[in-house]
């Protein structure tokens, strides 16, 4: 069982990297959202702070590193990478999915990324429907003291599994194990899916049993049914995980559900995220965070200093489409009248 997750892995790396992941006819929905540009913002561009809060802490940014990766040779790589541009710029560092951590010695160090982050605030993953199939919360301790990690997330990927070989498919009474886990983990846990979007009467239920942060991961980005129909060897599944291509809730139509209803808890904005100007619009709209993964995924694979490149581009585009609306701080961003939005 192990080497196949390994195997797994290694082949979701080189898929992402290399196929066409991403729907067909569907979008993030980010080209319905305009801003109105402000020709006299009355700030000093020098002045604009992109500083942000994440579960209570004061970050430099409100850019997370979404989850990616783990569990192979060639993510060892890519998570030091990371971790050490995270470090630098101060962003949030999500891992891929961990369930490998605990079932194989083979490649912990992917995971195992703080002593290249010392400062930055790491959040392990697990697929919450492996809640299901034995992971308690004793293995989730052990997840967060292994990773030294300040938080955990739980992927919610019902399509992917379905199309996946061997798929983990009994997504059945997850939320009073969800609710278990949050009363006794002793970091805060989040949720997050993984391409196809979570909706505001979801994200109301999952925040009522303890939920701390939701990261939407709406559709428009990566294909989850796509990478595994390029994985999978029966026609049937191929052919079913063609006609999900264009599946799921598109990010800006999730973000806005999502900040219609809850209060308290984080927004984090992914699935199709590309540049500054992506992250401004999401923010407007709600967001109190914006992921970005498959953007920066090719420059991991390179160096750390192509990661901060890309990042500090990314860091740019925010402050000039801050600077366009004339809000000197992400609050001013969050409320700002100079943004419009479509529905579908």
């Known amino acids: 069982m192990t080497d196949s997750i390994h195997k797994r892995k290694a082949e979701h790396i080189d898929i992402t990297l290399n196929e066409k992941v991403t729907g067909n006819n569907i979008s993030t929905g980010l080209e319905r959202v305009h801003f109105i540009h402000n020709a006299l913002p009355e700030i000093d561009f020098n002045d604009i702070s992109i500083k942000s809060k994440f579960l209570g802490e004061a970050r430099p940014t409100p850019f997370v590193i979404s989850s990616m990766t783990g569990g192979a040779a060639f993510a060892e790589t890519i998570n030091r990478n990371l971790a050490m541009a995270a470090e630098e710029r101060g962003w949030v560092l999500a891992l ?30 697990l697929g919450a429907v492996q809640l299901n199939y034995g992971f308690n919360i004793d293995k989730c301790k052990q997840i967060i003291e292994m990773s030294d990690a300040n938080a955990l997330v739980l992927h919610l990927n019902t399509i992917q599994e379905v199309i996946q070989p061997s798929g983990d498919l009994n997504f059945k009474d997850l939320l009073g194990k969800i609710e278990e886990l949050t009363n006794g983990l002793g970091v805060p846990v989040g949720v997050k899916e993984v391409g196809w979007g979570i909706d505001g009467v979801t994200a109301k239920k999952l925040c009522e049993v303890g939920i701390a942060f939701v990261d939407v991961a709406g559709a428009g980005g990566t294909s989850w049914s796509q990478v595994e129909k390029f994985r999978s060897k029966e026609p049937v599944k191929r052919a079913a995980a063609e006609t999900f291509s264009d599946w799921g809730n598109p990010t800006v139509d999730c973000v806005v559900s999502v900040r219609e209803s809850i209060n308290e808890q984080s927004i984090i904005a992914s699935g199709g995220m590309y540049n500054g100007l992506d992250a401004a619009k999401t923010i407007a709209l709600g967001a109190h965070m914006v992921g970005f993964g498959r953007s920066i995924l090719k420059e991991a694979t390179q160096s750390v200093e192509e990661v901060m490149s890309v990042m500090e581009t990314k860091e740019l585009e925010l402050r000039m489409a801050m600077f366009g609306v004339g809000a000197a701080t992400i609050g001013q961003l969050q409320s700002t009248d100079r943004v419009t939005y479509t529905k579908r």
């Open 96 to 125: 891929g999915s961990m369930r490998a951590l605990i079932e194989s010695e083979e490649h912990r160090s992917s995971f195992q990324v703080r002593k290249y982050a010392p400062n930055v605030p790491i959040i392990a993953n």
